[in-house]
């Protein structure tokens, strides 16, 4: 039997000190029951924005009448994708800091782009880097379904325009935000990255992985 392929766990941690955009509901949790006499179990109760941690937006986050992620369909978050390094590009992920790992003909439909060296899962980055809205247009014209990044929005952290979130809900593509792709080398993989049925919310946390090809 060949051996099973490898997962890269590309999620970030998510506790009471992570990092969230200010003014946004941190996670915490509490507990409602306690494994002792007279109670089997422990049970807790948690409260965050969907957009702690590694997550996906749903059209709803940037459009009035957009859909909620529990009405998103889930084929763009599972499949084929390319790990892209643009370490310390700056403040946009433009063309060309990305052409070299794009312009070879098979492009997969989900390109996921890694800008740190060392993602700060433990610390706001009000200085991200996002992607400029003209990178989003021309992955979506080569027939990108998801772009996914390593930063906390592919805008701008003080951006009132959201301009590639325009690009996405415009081009009909899907967006994962906040993973953690530190140890994952440049090339091809099969993403995972489910959303919960959330019915009404914005967002959802996804538990996302990369599974090697071979």
Known sequence: MPPPSRLWDISAPVHAASP?????????????????PGC???VSAITLSPHVGSHADAPLHYD????????????AF????????????????????IAHAVEDGALPSRVLVRTY???????????LTAYAPETIERLADRGVVLVG??????????????????????????????????DVPPGDYE?????????TADASPVRAVLRGLK
Request: glycine residues 8%; proline residues 8%.
């Open 20 to 36: 969230v955009f200010p003014g946004d509901t941190a996670y915490s949790q509490q507990w409602c029951a306690a494994i002792g």
């Open 40 to 42: 089997p179990v422990n």
């Open 64 to 75: 009035a009448d957009g859909a909620s992620i529990g009405h998103v369909p889930l084929e």
């Open 78 to 97: 599972i499949g084929p994708c390319r790990v892209v390094h643009a370490i310390g590009c700056g403040p946009l992920i433009t063309w060309a800091h």
């Open 117 to 127: 060296d060392r993602m700060p899962v433990d610390r706001w980055d009000g200085q």
């Open 149 to 182: 990044i390593d930063t906390a929005s592919i805008d701008p952290a003080d951006s009132k325009t959201l301009a590639s979130h325009q690009v996405i809900r415009r081009r009909g593509l899907r967006v994962l935000e906040n993973l953690v792709l530190d």
């Open 191 to 199: 993403l995972i990255a489910l959303p919960l049925k959330l019915t």
